[in-house]
């Protein structure tokens, strides 16, 4: 009897308390995907259309072809994602586990950009293969905000 007293105290003082934990609360926000029609490339626009700003550093992104498992990218701090920001991007995020550094390699999210870039050397960058959508592929979309881990896109494109 004492045990379950115990217990049963416990459950109401973490709730009553916060004692098990808070999530961050969900921000709202519109996040859409599509061909991007301003450009003849083979290219995606990722657009904020409303809602709350998404602090960069506080969001990632997973652009990878239908089928495949996602391979998230945390955007850079101090790149927030704001109504009206849009992502042209060109490329997946499937070399998401490379470090970003200063001298960039692997995938760079930013509220522009999704970049891949290769070592430096003779004055730019080195193409990595594989990374660019191809023309008719669909692909799967997702954006997350990580402190929450709320689903703010999720979407499937065909690349024009």
Do not use: C
Request: proline share 4%; hydrophobic share 40%.
């Amino acid at each position: 009897m004492v045990a379950i007293t115990v217990i049963l105290a416990a459950v109401i003082a973490a709730f009553v308390f916060g004692l098990g934990g808070q999530q961050s609360a969900a921000p709202t926000a519109s996040i859409v995907a599509a061909n991007n029609p301003d450009t003849t490339s083979i290219d995606l626009k990722i657009q904020h259309k409303g809602g709350d700003t998404l602090k960069g550093g506080d969001w990632k992104l997973s652009i990878v072809p239908v089928g495949k498992s996602p391979n998230f990218v945390i955007s850079q701090t101090g790149n927030n994602l704001a109504v009206g920001a849009q992502i042209i991007t060109s490329n997946v995020t499937t070399n998401g586990s490379w470090v970003v550094t200063t001298n960039p390699q692997g995938v760079n999210v930013t509220n522009t950009n999704v970049y891949i870039g290769g070592a430096l050397g003779n004055g730019g960058d080195v193409t990595l293969p594989g990374n660019d959508l191809v023309s008719g592929q669909k692909y799967d979309i997702k954006l997350v905000h990580v402190p929450s881990n709320a689903m703010l896109l999720d979407t499937v494109v065909e690349v024009r």
